[in-house]
């Protein structure tokens, strides 16, 4: 197994200082941000208590890009993000989010690739590619091949309505009404 197979280790420091256990040098969020960008795993420890910090540091990340105004998430989803740690739904966004960004993933190689996507023949994955189609547009409508110019832009040229997405809006309340009543 190479070094790039195994998560890059971060130890934080007493003194909140992030050090790379690969490189032996200390590093700062943008590095971190960039290590992921290009597709490498990280996991954050606390060298002193052993504890994995890895997730308060990817919304840190998160937090400043969208504090600098490199804004990714429109207010709506933020507001719902904050929704569902109050709500029955809580336990439902983390599997929705992890599908909707698999999706993303499958979306992109099968562009790339002409791959046929199995989960085609799923209940609801019309719903739901719809749903992520509206979400995708929304964050990334200026870049290449999304919205913008490419192979993507002009293999669908149907704009999204706000008909479609009340529609895919309608479909997600009844979902959450269905997940509240389990």
């Given at each position: 197994?190479?070094?790039?197979?195994?998560?890059?280790?971060?130890?934080?420091?007493?003194?909140?200082?992030?050090?790379?256990?690969?490189?032996?040098?200390?590093?700062?969020?943008?590095?971190?941000?960039?290590?992921?960008?290009?597709?490498?795993?990280?996991?954050?420890?606390?060298?002193?208590?052993?504890d994995?910090?890895?997730?308060?540091?990817?919304?840190?990340?998160?937090?400043?890009?969208?504090?600098?105004?490199?804004?990714?998430?429109?207010?709506?989803?933020?507001?719902?993000?904050?929704?569902?740690?109050?709500?029955?739904?809580?336990?439902?966004?983390?599997?929705?989010l992890?599908?909707?960004?698999?999706?993303?993933r499958?979306?992109?190689?099968?562009?790339?690739?002409?791959?046929?996507?199995?989960?085609?023949?799923?209940?609801?994955?019309?719903?739901?590619?719809?749903?992520?189609?509206?979400?995708?547009?929304?964050?990334?409508?200026?870049?290449?091949?999304?919205?913008?110019?490419?192979?993507?832009?002009?293999?669908?040229?149907?704009?999204?309505?706000?008909?479609?997405?009340?529609?895919i809006?309608?479909?997600?309340?009844?979902?959450?009404?269905?997940?509240?009543?389990?």
């Open positions: 197994m190479s070094d790039t197979d195994k998560p890059l280790l971060i130890k934080r420091y007493a003194s909140r200082r992030l050090y790379n256990t690969e490189t032996s040098d200390y590093v700062t969020l943008e590095d971190i941000a960039g290590f992921i960008r290009i597709g490498r795993e990280v996991q954050i420890i606390d060298l002193k208590s052993g994995d910090l890895t997730r308060q540091y990817l919304l840190q990340i998160v937090a400043e890009h969208e504090s600098k105004g490199e804004n990714v998430l429109p207010i709506n989803v933020l507001t719902d993000l904050v929704r569902s740690y109050t709500t029955n739904v809580q336990s439902v966004v983390p599997q929705f992890a599908a909707s960004f698999e999706m993303l499958e979306g992109q190689s099968k562009i790339m690739g002409g791959i046929p996507n199995p989960l085609t023949a799923m209940p609801g994955f019309d719903a739901m590619r719809k749903q992520q189609e509206a979400f995708m547009k929304t964050m990334l409508g200026g870049m290449p091949g999304w919205g913008g110019s490419g192979p993507a832009a002009e293999a669908d040229t149907t704009p999204t309505s706000a008909d479609e997405i009340a529609a809006k309608k479909q997600l309340e009844e979902l959450q009404k269905k997940l509240s009543k389990l």
